[in-house]
């Protein structure tokens, strides 16, 4: 029996989406919740897990190709087609375990703004073997998830901070025996596999959002795999009577009858997240004021170039480029739109530093475009592309987070109609965009149907006036409604 894996449905403001990575190839096994490949929108990058067990068969979109929601993209054979098990591909091992020379595992030095971090996953346990560049833990600040890789293929050796701990730069994690050979274990198929083998990447951070660890869930899929299913029976399983504490705490869970309730500690960046919001909230005097655009002339001429346009460019024509470009435009005539208060100063900013919106696994971050009055749309889309992607995988640095003098948010992806966004401090203003719907319209007299689009402005009524505020986006108005002037610089 062959399935069918399809382009996710895109939401109604996103036309069409770009094969972002293949995660596997045409003969390849995979296993059911396994993610096979990552499609690419505006904003978003979204995952495309496998249905069931079995083998690729086809690819028939590669990497880079242009793909509409619902599209057929591969092929997969349900069935159990044989591999060599992982016994008969290693080298066989000694019964006892070799040293060598022990390595430190250090904390990467922090950023100066950065005092501290947290020890976020440990990928490895002491005894497992680790090869030169593999990842071997993560340890996450306040916005960024910096990855401590191997320096030498070996053994590892004592952990001295788990999970959860708090920890400085430059501070030891642990140790790495370097040359060290792993002892070859008498256990079972189920023993020996490690918790990366037994979860997708999507099963892992489920489980990580329901405080659970593959010690906690039992595996109902094949080869003691772990699937969706199984976290949420284990994560709405009622708590036992505790027999013996665990050497890792679960999550605390009150007790309600026969309703529950768990208690999870808050990330850093859902810390930093609460922290600023409440923060631009009341230290700022918050207005929002709204509009509409008509997206019809944009979505025409995207229409009409987008195939040129990603032929010349090797890059997509989305929405984004555009937003940016208006919004650019409308701060060289608003300076006041683009500056900040610091203290009893006014700061008036000469460059156009945009910060992007992007929804990751961890929570909503804000990465930084430079210079967006220096690069063509070809250069926007590039540009936002790259922080996306980078979002998604944890990539991002501090430097790539910091700045930014205007902020825009596209809420209409996940199909939002209409927000208030909230500011994000320093900066002065929000701009949010919506979704992307028809609705009747009245035009010289008559009604038509038009895909309409909600604009909101959040601004600081301290620093910006109504009437600029107003004029700031009457003009990004503008700009969408007749693309040319963008051209023209009118």
Request: charged share 25%.
């Given at each position: 029996m062959t399935t069918e894996i399809k382009?996710?449905?895109?939401p109604e403001s996103v036309a069409d989406a770009t094969i972002a990575t293949w995660h596997v190839q045409v003969g390849d096994k995979v296993?059911?919740?396994?993610?096979?490949?990552?499609?690419?929108?505006?904003?978003?990058?979204?995952?495309?897990?496998?249905?069931?067990?079995?083998?690729?068969?086809?690819?028939?979109?590669?990497?880079?190709?242009?793909?509409?929601?619902?599209?057929?993209?591969?092929?997969?054979?349900?069935?159990?087609?044989?591999?060599?098990?992982?016994?008969?591909t290693a080298p066989a091992a000694s019964t006892t375990a070799s040293s060598g020379e022990a390595l430190d595992i250090l904390v990467p030095v922090l950023p100066e703004s950065v005092a501290d971090a947290t020890v976020a996953t440990w990928h490895v346990a002491t005894g497992d073997a680790v090869a030169r560049d593999q990842v071997i833990v993560e340890i996450e600040t306040d916005k960024v998830v910096l990855e401590v890789p191997a320096t030498a293929d070996g053994v590892m050796g004592e952990i001295l901070h788990a999970e959860g701990d708090t920890v400085l730069g430059q501070q030891k994690l642990g140790t790495l025996n370097a040359g060290g050979s792993a002892a070859a274990p008498v256990a079972s198929e189920e023993e020996a596999t490690?918790?990366?083998?037994?979860?997708?990447?999507?099963?892992?951070?489920?489980?990580?959002?329901?405080?659970?660890?593959?010690?906690?869930?039992?595996?109902?899929?094949?080869?003691?795999?772990?699937t969706k299913?199984?976290?949420?029976?284990?994560?709405?399983?009622?708590?036992?009577?505790?027999?013996?504490?665990?050497a890792t705490p679960a999550p605390a869970v009150q007790e309600l009858g026969e309703r529950t309730q768990k208690r999870v500690p808050m990330t850093r960046l859902r810390k930093t997240i609460a922290t600023r919001l409440l923060e631009a909230k009341n230290s700022t005097a918050m207005l929002t004021t709204f509009n509409e655009v008509n997206m019809k002339p944009i979505m025409d001429l995207r229409k009409q170039y987008k195939d040129l346009f990603e032929k010349t460019h090797d890059t997509r024509l989305?929405?984004?480029?555009?937003?940016?470009?208006?919004?650019?435009?409308?701060?060289?005539?608003?300076?006041?739109?683009?500056?900040?208060?610091?203290?009893?100063?006014?700061?008036?900013?000469?460059?156009?530093?945009?910060?992007?919106?992007?929804?990751?696994?961890?929570?909503?971050?804000?990465?930084?475009?430079?210079?967006?009055?220096?690069?063509?749309?070809?250069?926007?889309?590039?540009?936002?592309?790259?922080?996306?992607?980078?979002?998604?995988?944890g990539k991002l640095s501090m430097a790539e987070m910091q700045g930014g003098n205007f902020t825009i948010t596209n809420g209409g992806v996940f199909g939002s109609l209409l927000s208030t966004p909230i500011?994000?401090?320093?900066?002065?203003?929000?701009?949010?965009?919506?979704?992307?719907?028809?609705?009747?319209?009245?035009?010289?007299?008559?009604?038509?149907?038009?895909?309409?689009?909600?604009?909101?402005?959040?601004?600081?009524?301290?620093?910006?006036?109504?009437?600029?505020?107003?004029?700031?986006?009457?003009?990004?108005?503008?700009l969408l409604e007749d693309p040319t002037r963008l051209l023209l610089d009118i």
């Open positions: 382009v996710p449905v895109l296993s059911r919740d396994q993610v096979l490949v990552d499609i690419e929108t505006d904003k978003v990058v979204l995952e495309v897990p496998a249905t069931s067990d079995g083998v690729i068969t086809d690819i028939s979109q590669a990497e880079g190709a242009t793909v509409l929601g619902d599209q057929v993209i591969a092929i997969l054979s349900e069935g159990d087609a044989e591999v060599s098990s992982p016994a008969s490690s918790s990366d083998d037994l979860a997708s990447p999507s099963v892992r951070r489920l489980m990580t959002e329901k405080g659970l660890t593959a010690a906690n869930v039992k595996g109902s899929g094949k080869g003691g795999r772990i299913e199984d976290v949420e029976a284990a994560a709405n399983k009622p708590a036992a009577a505790p027999v013996a504490k665990a989305g929405f984004m480029s555009f937003y940016v470009k208006a919004v650019t435009e409308a701060l060289k005539r608003y300076p006041a739109v683009n500056a900040s208060i610091d203290g009893d100063d006014i700061v008036y900013h000469n460059f156009f530093d945009i910060s992007i919106a992007v929804s990751t696994p961890r929570g909503l971050v804000t990465p930084v475009l430079r210079d967006a009055d220096q690069l063509g749309m070809a250069g926007i889309e590039n540009g936002i592309r790259a922080l996306a992607i980078k979002g998604r995988d500011l994000n401090l320093p900066q002065a203003a929000i701009l949010g965009m919506h979704k992307i719907q028809d609705r009747p319209m009245a035009v010289d007299g008559k009604v038509e149907v038009l895909p309409m689009m909600y604009l909101a402005l959040s601004y600081d009524h301290r620093l910006i006036d109504g009437k600029e505020s107003v004029g700031f986006l009457v003009t990004i108005k503008e």
